[in-house]
């Protein structure tokens, strides 16, 4: 039989056939993705064969179908070993907020730049509007100004009381949607508000460090009453990137793209060649302080090319 995984924990999978039937399965043998040492070798999005056993609710899975794409972030705990977060994506939400948590411009582009590396269209949603004040509502309208002109689309909405969210259904609308942020921006109760069908337990925000409590603990897939996907994970503290070589990361920044052939040097690694013209950019403010900023970060991670190829 075939199916899509819609969660693991890690040594069980839940697969979900057509007819929205769920089988508890195990995993026969040994499976890896050529090239990167993950930590799951299946992950929620897989389309997968299994062999039901006995009464039809425990089964088998026998084969993993190739991947359309995943995400994969590098744990910063276990430094050598990767996380596949989910695959066979149509589109990635990065849900943020400008407050209670905040979400930095460094952790929105490293999702981005780990987006673009795997050609999975992205996109920021900025979630708690209805608690932020003047001074961030000015905040998040120059983020989206940002984010908009690189060309990944922007939403402001609020699960708790439902602004924005009705134009969020008509694009989330048949596709297979990966939700990814801290935890406590409201990425499960924001699903939970675009389909009333769906309960997803919430939790609070902590007073003592305004943040999340770590509520949602593994990666869900859940099918959308209106038809669709989405894939509600975990909150992340840190995106660790995997498998970037240094020149590739500039590459992975729109608005640098379309400079690289003007600078001087064919290796320029734009912090301090002369004839540079993402600097000359920079200076002229058509490239974004911040962004840059955060493009020198990603530049300095030490463990960026953790490739361990067998
Ligand atoms: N004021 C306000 N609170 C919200 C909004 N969205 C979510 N919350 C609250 O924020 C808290 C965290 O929401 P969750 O949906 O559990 O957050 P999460 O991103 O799924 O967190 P993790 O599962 O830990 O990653 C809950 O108390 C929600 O009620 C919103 O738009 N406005
Ligand atoms: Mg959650
Ligand atoms: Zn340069």
């Known amino acids: ?8 924990t ?40 299994f062999k039901p056993e006995g ?62 590396a795997y050609h999975i269209p992205a996109a920021v949603i900025f979630n708690k509007s209805d608690i932020y004040t003047a001074e961030a509502h000015l905040r998040c ?11 990944y689309p922007t939403f402001l909405v609020s699960a708790l009381i439902g602004t924005g969210v009705e134009e969020l259904r008509s694009v989330l609308c048949n596709k297979v949607n990966l939700f990814a942020g801290h935890s406590g921006v409201g990425k499960s109760a924001l699903i939970n508000s675009i389909d009333s069908g769906l309960s997803i337990k919430t939790g609070e925000i902590s007073s003592y460090h305004n943040k999340g409590m770590h509520t949602t ?8 009453s209106f038809g669709g996907y989405m894939i509600d994970t975990p909150g992340i503290k ?6 970037f070589e240094s020149q590739e990361i500039a590459e992975r ?28 950019a920079l200076d002229k403010g058509s490239i974004n302080q911040e962004r840059y900023h955060n493009y020198l970060g990603l530049l300095n991670d030490e463990n960026l090319d953790m490739t361990d190829y067998e």
């Not at 075939?2 to 693991?8: E, R």
């Not at 603990?217 to 959308?224: D, K, R, V, Y």
């Not at 003007?262 to 002369?274: A, F, K, L």
Request: charged share 20%; glycine share 6%; hydrophobic share 40%.
């Open 238 to 243: 840190e995106f660790g990137l995997v498998h």
């Open 10 to 49: 890690g040594s069980w999978y839940i697969v979900m056939t057509d007819d929205k039937k769920l089988c508890n399965c195990r995993l026969k043998g040994q499976f890896r993705i050529h090239g990167i040492r993950t930590t799951n070798p299946v992950a929620v999005g897989d389309h997968v064969d």
């Open 253 to 280: 920044f729109p608005e640098f793209r379309a400079l690289l052939h003007n600078c001087r040097y064919n290796n320029c690694t734009h912090v301090h060649e002369p004839g540079c013209a993402v600097k000359t």
């Open 55 to 116: 009464t039809g609710e425990n089964g088998i899975i026998t084969a993993i179908a190739p991947r359309a794409n995943y995400i994969v972030r590098r744990s910063i705990n276990l430094s050598k070993s990767a996380h596949i977060i989910a695959s066979n994506i149509d589109r990635l939400y990065i849900v943020a907020s400008i407050m209670l948590p905040r979400t930095s411009t460094g952790f929105i582009d490293r999702l981005l730049v780990t987006a673009e």
């Open 1 to 8: 039989m075939k199916g899509i995984v819609v969660k693991s």
């Open 217 to 224: 603990t593994f990666a869900e897939m859940h099918p959308l």
């Open 141 to 151: 309208e120059s983020l989206m100004k940002l984010y908009a002109s690189l060309g």
